[in-house]
């Protein structure tokens, strides 16, 4: 007995309404759809990528702040240490310390601040750049530590100016300070050119 | 290393020199009289075998009944030492002459012991708060300040 072997397509309703789809589509799909940016040069096209205003500005903002060394105590040792080779702050864009307040966008407050260097704490933010943040590195830049009763350290420099990230450690170490920088990070990047 | 003089030997050259002055004198220490604090230094600085020509340190302390002038005095030519000291009873108006006519170094010490104690030098040409600023008031270092 010979067994007719192609009988196989079988007159089931739903495999043939299955292959009727496909072939259909099939023949429909013979064209590709034209790419959206194909009215672009293939030069331009290879080298251009859309993205928000306020993302592009902020990711440039975050990636290349300059902070103003502001060493007034013990505090500015390990921000020393932060900005050498073994935990390296360059990795963040961060390569130089500004001794000039007018190219600095960053003021890392290290140390206690007296009373009689509080009018320089004051001029040299003014005379910062918009836009500008502020660190407050360690317990006395904070609340005047150790000393907040003292009669001559003022007490947490945000009496003076104010203050975007505060990192407590007494010293704190140089993660402390970095893991401070990387929240500014975050802090530029909900930041809107519509607003700031 | 430099050699700490005796101070009850100095005492007793300084009594030899004109009486008076010494109020008490041990190994470490002279103690003389507040008025004549800048004869005995001006004896000290310029008399030969003691030639004290460099003064290390000029502080005060407070002891609630009188304040102390402390100087520390050294002589580069003989390498020695003398601690000279003088004391102040008068809590109100505390005044010690000034020794910046003999030694330079005195001056910015003298307004800092001014700044943080309160002890006036009388004939010290620049006697300004140093490390407080103008205008603050009291002295901070004083056992009754807060």
């Given at each position: 007995m010979e067994i007719e072997r192609y009988e196989v397509i079988s007159s089931d309703e739903i495999d043939a309404a299955e292959a009727l789809r496909i072939n259909s589509l099939k023949e429909a799909s013979q064209q590709a759809i034209p790419d959206p940016?194909?009215?672009?040069?293939e030069e331009l096209r290879r080298n251009v990528l859309l993205t928000t205003v306020d993302y592009a500005v902020d990711w440039a903002r975050s990636r290349s702040i300059f902070p103003l060394?502001?060493?007034?105590?013990?505090c500015a040792f390990e921000m020393i240490g932060s900005a050498?080779?073994?935990?390296?702050?360059?990795?963040?864009?961060?390569d130089i310390f500004r001794w000039s307040p007018r190219q600095a966008?960053?003021?890392?407050?290290?140390g206690t601040l007296t009373w009689k260097m509080a009018p320089a704490v004051k001029l040299v933010y003014e005379q910062m750049a918009e836009p500008k943040w502020v660190i407050a590195m360690g317990a006395c830049a904070i609340?005047?530590?150790?000393?907040?009763?003292?009669?001559?350290?003022?007490?947490?420099i945000n009496h003076i100016i104010p203050v975007d990230v505060y990192v407590p450690g007494c010293p704190p170490r140089p993660e402390g300070l970095l893991y401070g920088i990387t929240k500014i990070h975050k802090k530029i990047g909900k930041e809107s050119i519509k607003t700031s | 290393m430099t050699i700490a003089l005796n101070g009850e030997e100095v005492a007793e050259k300084i009594r030899g020199a004109f009486p008076g002055p010494v109020v008490a004198a041990d190994k470490a220490a002279v103690i003389v009289t507040n008025q004549s604090l800048y004869q005995v230094a001006e004896f000290l600085k310029n008399t030969a075998g003691f030639?004290?020509?460099?003064?290390?340190d000029l502080t005060a302390v407070d002891y609630l009944d009188y304040f102390e002038v402390v100087y520390h005095l050294t002589s580069l030519k003989h390498n020695h030492s003398l601690v000279l000291k003088t004391r102040c009873y008068e809590r109100g108006k505390p005044v010690v002459s000034s020794v910046v006519n003999l030694w330079r170094a005195a001056d910015f010490q003298e307004r800092e012991v001014y700044d943080l104690m309160g002890i006036t030098f009388e004939g010290h040409p620049n006697l300004k708060r140093l490390l407080l600023w103008e205008g603050f008031v009291g002295h901070p270092l004083r056992r009754d300040y807060l």
């Open positions: 940016d194909r009215w672009l040069e060394m502001f060493g007034l105590a013990c050498a080779s073994r935990f390296d702050i360059s990795r963040f864009g961060m966008d960053l003021m890392i407050v290290a609340s005047g530590g150790t000393f907040r009763e003292s009669y001559s350290v003022v007490p947490g | 030639d004290f020509d460099y003064l290390t």
